[in-house]
């Protein structure tokens, strides 16, 4: 923190140990046909790179976003952090512990219960048969975080309490709620074994816009009351703006820009970036001449060869069509992966 | 058709309501893990309740299996006291009083209201302590069978690669033989292995269990179905993140919201579990003479059919069918009534 007056606030920060580091991660999803139509038809195995070599570090306070369209990879990558799914390539490293072998997190149940995950869909992420104090309880009875049974339903009262519902909703059932107090109560269940890490899988893209602010406010407030960090995928880039500090942009599994949220929306470098905040409708009616988002995502089983966005992007040329552009920092301080920006070659953003 | 239905609608709801939810109950006792969260069950049986209720009160097809149904449980269940005489009871039986036939006919006698059979044994009271058999058989063997296929089911569909392969490709090939001739195959098997003398002591139990692993892929396949689809449900991926036991994740998560296929199954398997021991008694591997159910008495009765004592095999017979009618139709109806798509 000494070094406040280097021009490079980002060189400085980093010095940090990341809570969560990323490295070159990867993840195939084997979508071949079953075993006997392989052997008799003869259909090759296919495996589809859902995530490719993707690399960041999250800092402990801070929210990073990771917006991209639809099968871009960004859920997968939340499903790698908690443990869903095991990482093909590439490390995961909380506070320098490695998550990626498989069994280092059982080996490691501490790491469990300081990362926990808000899912998208409020209707499905909690077990209808199940009360709702149960549900908020279950991580403190599976960590034993708390001896006796009127301390659980004190802890679990006062969770309630802290997400804007009433301890005596502990009685209901989810289907007595609205899908936003759903998402309450998915937050408090998150929050019950005292987290560090929540990891937030497009949380309000399933609410109502009005029901959309009011749950992006209650984690912003309870990320400053109890230092959270978040990570945040969504695919509405007015929720990202509104909640994170950085902006992860992926496409077909890679990540092509990295950037503070300011200077992301600001003047945004990658051509894939520019386009996706091009196609948000100007509410201001200013008339500016929006370029409309051209084509369609690639079929991620065949992937473009090159840059994966050069089948759409205006300024590709040979070298985008031949050679994969790696994540270099630009001179705003983002992080992207193109070669017209490493070439100088990309008229500055319309914006 | 009317009288019935005009008679259901005078009747005040809630006794309705309560005896079917005492029937739910009854049928979902067994597989309810969670006895502590009672409050819970009744609160959802009284959400049930009402849509349960109103589709029995308008089916009177449904009215009238559930009556008669309830007729021959009450029948089998209160058999020591209901019964005129005691089957088993060798010593009060007279051969003098062999072949009687049924009490409105010619040389008939209301001592033995449906006759009497070979050995002198009033066939309306074997008919009641058969029907206990057979019942017992069934009601054992489908929760054999549905515990076995539910494990099964939630193991394969939880875990899924190759052991889901092995156990499906596994029940596949179940599928391909008549489930009675896996019954008759385990059964012969067991006779082979055990004592002589330990045969009649464990006929009932080998029954239940040919019985019961002849017909748990029914259960598996469901479960498997539901389960996969649970399986991909954020609440399951939650109690991942969370760090439960995959068998915790099983039993608490997923079990209860896979049930509801299985009651209806369970409830349409007893009456074809109860029309197997049947068989098996009447091809004479299953319960022994001595203490005859249904199946057995229907053979007994078998060898007199042409010679004129008719009444040995018929009443046995009719007693079936009404038991397994009446259990298939209310399985039928269990079935429509908790599909939403079939409203």
């Known amino acids: 923190m000494s070094a406040v007056a280097t021009p490079e606030p980002h060189v400085e920060r980093t010095a940090e140990a990341p809570l969560l580091e990323l490295a070159d991660v990867g993840r195939d999803f084997d979508v071949s046909k079953p075993w006997l139509n392989r052997v008799l038809e003869g259909a090759p195995r296919l495996l589809l790179r859902a995530v490719d070599g993707v690399s960041f570090s999250v800092r402990r306070g801070e929210t990073l976003a990771l917006v991209g369209e639809s099968g871009c990879g960004k859920s997968t990558v939340a499903r790698l952090i908690v443990g869903l799914y095991a990482p ?50 279950e991580p403190i009875r599976v960590n034993r975080l708390l001896a006796d049974e009127p301390s659980v339903r004190a802890r679990v009262g006062e969770l309630l309490r802290q997400v804007g519902l009433t301890p005596d909703d502990a009685e209901k059932f989810p289907h007595e709620f609205s899908g936003g107090q759903r998402q309450r109560i998915s937050i408090a269940r998150a929050l019950s074994s005292n987290p560090e890490f929540l990891v937030c899988d497009e949380p309000t893209s399933a609410l109502d816009v009005s029901v959309q602010a009011q749950i992006l406010n209650l984690m912003k407030d309870l990320q400053q009351r109890l230092g959270l960090t978040y990570l945040f ?49 100007d509410l201001a009616m200013s008339g500016a001449a929006r370029t409309p988002v051209a084509g369609e995502v690639p079929n991620p089983l065949d992937p473009p060869k090159g840059c994966a966005f050069h089948p759409r992007c205006p300024f590709a040329n040979a070298r985008c069509e031949a050679e994969r552009p790696t994540l270099a920092r630009a001179a705003s301080g983002t992080q992207v992966a193109c070669h017209a920006i490493e070439e100088g070659r990309l008229p500055p953003a319309h914006r | 058709m009317s009288e019935f239905a005009r008679r259901s609608d005078e ?59 309830l007729l021959c449980i009450g029948g089998a269940v209160f058999a020591p006291w209901l019964a005129p005489h005691n089957p088993y009871d060798l010593a009060a039986l007279e051969l003098n009083d062999a072949f009687k036939p049924p009490a409105w006919t010619a040389g008939g006698t209301w001592t033995y209201p449906l006759g009497t059979d070979d050995q002198g044994r009033d066939v309306f009271s074997t008919i009641l302590y058969g029907a206990r058999i057979s019942l017992a058989v069934g009601v054992a063997s489908v929760v054999f069978a549905m515990a076995l296929g539910v494990a099964i089911g939630l193991v394969s569909g939880y875990i899924g690669g190759r052991a889901d392969a092995f156990l499906m490709r596994l029940a596949d090939i179940q599928l391909s033989f008549p489930a009675i001739l896996i019954a008759l195959l385990i059964d012969g098997v067991a006779r082979v292995l055990l004592p002589r003398d330990a045969h009649n002591e464990i006929a009932l139990v080998v029954l239940v269990l040919a019985i019961g ?15 996969l689809v649970e399986r991909s449900k954020e609440y399951v991926q939650a109690a991942r993140v969370i760090g439960r036991h995959p068998l915790a994740i099983m039993v608490a998560h997923v079990l209860p919201n896979v049930t509801g296929p299985v009651l209806v199954i369970a409830t349409i398997h007893i009456a074809t579990a109860i029309i ?20 057995t008495l229907i053979r007994i009765g078998n060898d007199y059919l042409f010679s004129g004592e008719w009444w040995v095999t018929v009443f046995p017979g009719l007693a079936l069918i009404l038991l397994v009618l009446s259990v298939n139709l209310l399985g039928d109806w269990l079935r429509d009534a908790l599909n939403p798509k079939l409203r």
């Open chain 2, 276 to 295: 197997t021991e049947a068989t098996l008694s009447f091809l004479g591997v299953g319960v022994p003479p001595t203490s005859p159910s249904l199946g």
């Open chain 2, 11 to 69: 009747e005040p709801p809630l006794e309705e309501g309560s005896e079917i939810a005492s029937l739910e109950r009854e049928a979902s006792a067994e597989s309810r893990i969670e006895a502590a969260d009672r409050t819970s069950l009744d609160a959802l049986a009284r959400i049930w309740d009402h849509d349960l209720a109103y589709s029995f009160r308008r089916s009177p097809v449904t009215i009238v299996a559930a009556i008669v149904a």
């Open chain 2, 213 to 227: 692993i002849s017909g748990w892929v029914q259960y598996a396949r469901t479960v498997r179905g539901s389960t």
């Open chain 1, 233 to 281: 995928i969504s695919h509405n880039l007015a929720v990202v703006a509104h909640i994170s500090d950085r902006v992860g942009v992926m496409y077909l599994g890679r990540l092509v820009e990295l950037a503070d949220a300011k200077t992301l929306f600001a003047s945004p470098a990658h051509p894939y970036t520019r386009m996706l905040l091009d196609a948000v409708p």
């Open chain 1, 88 to 137: 093909s390539r590439g490390s995961i490293a909380f506070e320098g512990v490695d998550l990626s072998t498989p069994g280092s997190r059982s080996a490691v149940p501490q790491i469990r219960r300081r990362m926990q995950m808000i899912f998208q869909d409020p209707y499905a992420s909690l077990n209808p048969r199940w009360r709702v104090g149960r549900i908020i309880a």
